[in-house]
């Protein structure tokens, strides 16, 4: 074979596959090592109980806790318990997110209401959730409008402050540009503010959901008959610690896919920031 042919004969060969199958190779890896230490804590704690380490009453073994989330999956109770603290969060989050998402504005775009509103939000703010608790329960019971309120709570702080800062970091070249052209408040909102605040906006929203949905489990622990909190307060009281277990597990599942999820939409959202300028 020439030279020549040699050449031609590699370069048939397409190398542009290459390039993509080592940044999949990459991507497995670092799945494999995000999932090396949890398997590893599972066969700790498989031995743990199995050579009598840690009594199994008191930390059951993982095919217990598998067998566990089993059962409650094919009854419909793990979903049923789930779906309530899931509406829960919605409507907290809801609520504390369009309470937070106006007053952050408010005291955004105004000097004036920053001057008669912050202090007292900042001095509220500094109260957390279960000190709310208490005061709440004996002024509205232990209803649903307890978590809603407690939840909403949680959600308002991070979304107000992440608003307000997004909002006053807007470099004022923007906001002159705006002036020139003589927009008008919801045309400043809807070209200017929003999108140039859009990345603060969108963490205090992370951050709000995640204080929000930790909130409601803490609330249900303390005042609930139903929900993912009162599952694992159903297992302490009935000493049954696979049940405890899996809640956590669950809460924890829930809680990451939730941060996944609003990070996709945020990906998303940081397009349009770009197209709108």
């Given amino acids: 074979m020439s030279t020549l042919q040699a050449s ?32 590893l804590l599972l066969v700790v704690w498989q031995i743990a109980v199995e050579w009598h380490w840690v009594s199994a009453q008191i930390l059951p073994p993982p095919s217990r806790v598998l067998e566990t989330f089993g059962e409650l999956w094919a009854s419909g109770d793990l979903w049923f318990q789930l779906s309530i603290s899931l509406q829960r969060v919605l409507i907290g989050s809801l609520i504390g997110g369009a309470l937070g998402l106006l007053l952050g504005l408010a005291m955004g775009l105004s000097r004036q209401a920053e001057a008669y509103l912050l202090p007292l939000f900042q001095a509220i703010s500094q109260v957390p959730v279960l000190g709310w608790i208490p005061l709440l329960m004996m002024l509205i019971g232990i ?15 991070p979304l107000t402050l992440n608003t307000f800062s997004g909002i006053r970091n807007i470099p004022p070249s923007y906001l002159e540009v705006a002036r020139v052209y003589r927009f008008g408040l919801l045309l400043r909102l809807r070209r200017v503010i929003l999108p140039a605040a859009l990345p603060s906006i969108f963490t205090g929203v992370r951050f709000a959901l995640t204080k929000g949905w930790i909130a409601l489990v ?18 302490r009281q009935m000493f049954q610690l696979d049940l405890v277990i899996v809640a956590m597990l669950v809460v924890g599942l829930v809680g990451l896919l939730l941060d996944q999820g609003l990070a996709l939409v945020e990906t998303r959202l940081q397009r349009w920031q770009r197209q709108a300028f």
């Fill in 143 to 157: 209803d649903e409008a307890l978590k809603y309120l407690v939840i909403a709570k949680a959600v308002l702080v």
């Fill in 8 to 39: 031609q004969l590699f370069h048939a060969f397409p190398t542009r596959p290459w390039p993509g199958l080592a940044r999949a190779l990459r991507r497995v890896g670092a799945g494999g090592a995000a999932l090396l230490l949890p398997a």
């Fill in 218 to 235: 803490t609330v249900e622990l303390l005042a609930s008959s139903e929900g993912i909190g009162y599952l694992m307060v159903d297992g």
